[in-house]
């Protein structure tokens, strides 16, 4: 059977297929033009190889600067210095600490807390429009004026309202009660104007100063959080009495960034072993098997890790803080051993992660392991990643120009075999229409 569609093919988007020689030249067009498209389907495999290669790459350069980041953190001034505080009594008064906080036991007497000054009018006062309400906070006086139609709650809306004023205004049991916005004796109010007479403000509150002693030493605040009193601590003042505040090692945090550091060095190790292996029990290889470039920079972090730290006194190797290699690279900390070399000297401990030998970030013997693996893993991702990636993407678009001359190239042959098809197809139908009519002519 003939047929002649439009729109079903690429090219003219004409298919000929047996006309007039029952032939079916579509087909065999299809079957041409994929012997003819074998080069274009290489270079897309090869692309697709290139690519898969590419996706692991980027992912491990995220994980190397994971690591940076991570190492980073351990020789930063604050590193392993977390610091935690605990009171007795936190009814009484409570801390938050920094990590510059001294080490110590801290007796706290809370002798007053800090209050906001607060007066408060008669019941129900007079309002006559035009008066003026003038509110004293420390230097800054403001105006407000009574306004026609103006009830206790819209007066008080319209103290509240008005900019930088030091008071708040509400109403309680239909008094209008002024609070400073200060607290503390700093923060005492006055009142003038000529509404003043018709208010009556009196003091309810007195403005007072929080106060304490700390080992015996006076310290004061307007507030009942009171900063700098002792370096590095903030003391929350609760209730008048006497509590104990002690401020030591927040053990369980240090431990934390050193695990941190741990896992995203295991993280890169495992990937990379994973992605350079060959599994020769299920004859698979990984996507970079044998890529040496991976393979030795693997091989440099675990010589910085297991290398001793000159000169360091008490410890000078992970291994003495509790942090060993296993045989395929990965590291595991011993908590226990961890902590033991914290309360033994962890300024030690520190410095076998942060011993710097004056170079910033390199990889010296002079210098911590988390320097020298910060070191290496920038130069690394820096360098030779930026340079393998920058190659690939060269070579991505080398093929994708490549496959785009090709597309061309075979739009122009399908064409031709189409051309010469349908030539074929009308000279068959030509000499069929000839034969018939000799055939109808002789019968």
């Known amino acids: ?38 080069p274009i389907d290489r270079i897309q495999a090869e692309k697709k190889e290139v690519q898969k290669k590419n996706s692991v790459v980027t992912e491990l350069n995220g994980l190397v600067k994971a690591l940076r980041d991570s190492a980073r953190d351990l020789f930063s001034p604050t590193a392993l210095q977390g610091k935690t505080a605990t009171a007795a009594d936190s009814k009484i008064a409570s801390a938050s600490v920094s990590a510059s906080a001294a080490e110590g036991s801290y007796n706290v007497v809370v002798t007053s807390l800090a209050a906001n000054h607060t007066m408060a009018s008669g019941a129900t006062p007079a309002l006559t429009a035009g008066q003026t309400l003038d509110i004293t906070v420390g230097t800054g006086t403001k105006s407000v004026a009574i306004e026609a139609g103006d009830t206790l709650q819209t007066f008080a809306d319209r103290i509240n309202g008005t900019a930088d004023i030091g008071a708040s205004a509400s109403v309680i049991n239909d008094k209008l009660v002024l609070i400073s916005r200060t607290g503390g004796t700093a923060g005492n109010m006055t009142v003038g104007g000529t509404a003043a007479a018709a208010f009556g403000l009196a003091t309810t509150q007195p403005g007072s100063d929080a106060a304490a002693t700390v080992n015996g030493v006076p310290v004061t605040g307007s507030k009942n959080t009171i900063e700098g009193a002792i370096a590095g601590v903030s003391l929350n003042l609760a209730a008048i009495g006497t509590t104990t505040i002690t401020v030591g090692a927040d053990t369980g945090a240090i431990q934390g960034q050193a695990q941190k550091f741990v896992d995203a060095y295991n993280k890169l190790i495992t990937n990379t072993n994973n992605a350079t292996k060959y599994d020769a029990a299920t004859k698979t290889a990984g996507t970079l098997q044998g890529d040496t470039m991976f393979t030795t920079f693997a091989s440099s972090l675990r010589n910085a890790t297991m290398s001793g730290v000159t000169g360091n006194g008490t410890f000078d190797s992970l291994a003495q803080i509790g942090i060993t290699s296993s045989r395929t690279g990965e590291l595991t900390l011993d908590a226990g051993k961890f902590q033991d070399a914290l309360a033994k000297n962890p300024a030690a401990l520190r410095k076998v992660f942060s011993a710097d030998d004056g170079a910033a970030e390199t990889s010296s013997s002079g210098d911590g392991i988390a320097r020298r693996i910060a070191a290496l893993a920038d130069d690394f991702s820096t360098n030779a990643i930026a340079s393998r990636q920058t190659g690939i993407s060269s070579t991505i678009q080398r093929m994708n120009d490549r496959i785009t001359r090709l597309e061309d190239v075979m739009v122009i ?28 002519q002789l019968g």
């Open 1 to 38: 059977m003939s047929t002649n569609s439009v729109g079903s093919g690429s090219g003219t988007g004409i298919r000929f297929s047996g006309l007039g020689s029952g032939i079916d030249t579509a087909a065999i067009v299809d079957a041409l033009m994929k012997l003819e498209r074998m």
């Open 413 to 440: 042959r399908e064409q031709r075999l189409k051309a010469q098809f349908q030539a074929m197809e009308t000279a068959v139908s030509q000499f069929r229409s000839q034969g018939a009519n000799m055939a109808a």
